[in-house]
């Protein structure tokens, strides 16, 4: 099953007039010639869509999917019906045309995709950072609610530092119940691995490239530059680049989980990781948003797909 990945693109586009001949004459006369800029946007819900500029504009024309809307309005903060209610996980383009008092115009695309209400509770469970062909890279994220996982965002970084964001399909979870995302390799078996009553969904990433080694970070969000619903931070601490944490890609994802309180204290120690010994939260879902929820599998001893336990690398 592959997952889709899914980027928010704002298109700026300036106005012009061609050259003409004859004498040009400046006929802003030092009026101010920058473009309005886009302070927030967002999906109020499925129907709606905001947008707050920085000064007064006029919205002079406005798009669905290449249908025009019958909208128009002036003001700094606007809220633009859709035309229809957006099903969870459907997408569709939103242009808009704004422009201010003295014509500067500013067009800007959206690309809009209806929330999910029903996001469960979720962990990364576990992690291979140091695939091989035999153990390729994998993400596992455990639910602790029942919910659907249509546009869960799973990202290895934050912001512009995030090399791949894959979001999720649309999957009926229950407590208990998993993902295992292989991160840039294509799955070989199933699309399902059941034990116990517990199902674990096997995905393809679609990654271009691996995960970050043994300095990096994974986020999880609702949805795509949404809240965080969890984080891990990983080092070898036998650095000193970027603060410790190896990368400056690190570094601004750890910051940005503390900053919502999603982690605190020190990384995860991955100094002991290879392609046989991976990452995994002790078992249980136990969640103190700390590295103290982690521990290194031995050798062989990693679970995915299944419910983790404690088997941890012993260096003797």
């Given at each position: ?7 928010l693109?704002i ?8 050259a ?8 802003f006369?030092?009026q ?40 128009s ?32 115009t ?22 291979s950072i140091?695939?091989?062909g ?8 455990l ?53 116990n ?50 990368n ?19 990384p ?28 290194t ?7 995915f797909?299944?419910?983790n ?8």
């Amino acid at each position: 099953m592959k997952l889709l990945s899914v980027i928010l693109l704002i298109v700026v586009i300036l106005s012009g007039c061609p050259a003409g001949m004859g004498r040009v004459y400046d006929s802003f006369q030092g009026q101010d010639r920058t473009l309005p800029k886009i302070l927030s946007y967002g999906l109020e819900d499925n129907e709606a869509f905001s947008i707050i500029y920085d000064r007064v504009v006029y919205i002079a024309d406005t798009e669905v999917d290449g249908s025009k809307l019958h909208y128009s309005a002036e003001g700094t903060i606007f809220s633009i019906p859709l035309g229809r209610e957006l099903k969870r996980g459907e997408k569709c383009i939103l242009s808009v045309t704004a422009e201010d008092s003295i014509g500067n115009t500013l067009r800007s695309s959206f690309i809009v995709i209806g929330r999910n209400p029903e996001i469960p509770e979720a962990v990364i469970n576990e992690v291979s950072i140091q695939g091989s062909g035999e153990n390729p890279d994998r993400v596992e994220i455990l639910f602790l609610s029942d919910g659907n996982t249509a546009g869960l965002a799973l990202a290895d970084g934050t912001g512009d530092g995030a090399n791949h964001i894959a979001t999720m399909p649309e999957i009926d979870v229950r407590t208990g119940d998993m993902l295992l995302i292989y991160w840039n390799s294509e799955h070989a078996g199933a699309d399902a691995i059941s034990e116990n009553g517990y199902t674990a969904h096997v995905l393809d990433g679609g990654s271009d490239t691996t995960l970050s080694g043994t300095n990096g970070a994974l986020i999880l969000y609702k949805e795509e530059g949404g809240d965080i619903i969890d984080g891990l931070i990983y080092t070898t601490g036998d650095n000193t680049d970027a603060d410790g944490y190896g990368n400056n890609r690190t570094r601004d994802a750890a910051r940005e989980l503390m900053e919502s309180g999603e982690w605190g204290g020190e990384p995860v120690d991955s100094s002991l990781v290879t392609s046989s010994r991976v990452l995994a939260r002790i078992p249980g879902g136990w969640d103190t948003n700390s590295k103290d929820d982690f521990f290194t599998t031995a050798a062989r001893k990693s679970t995915f797909g299944y419910h983790n336990q404690y088997f941890p690398y012993n260096e003797e």
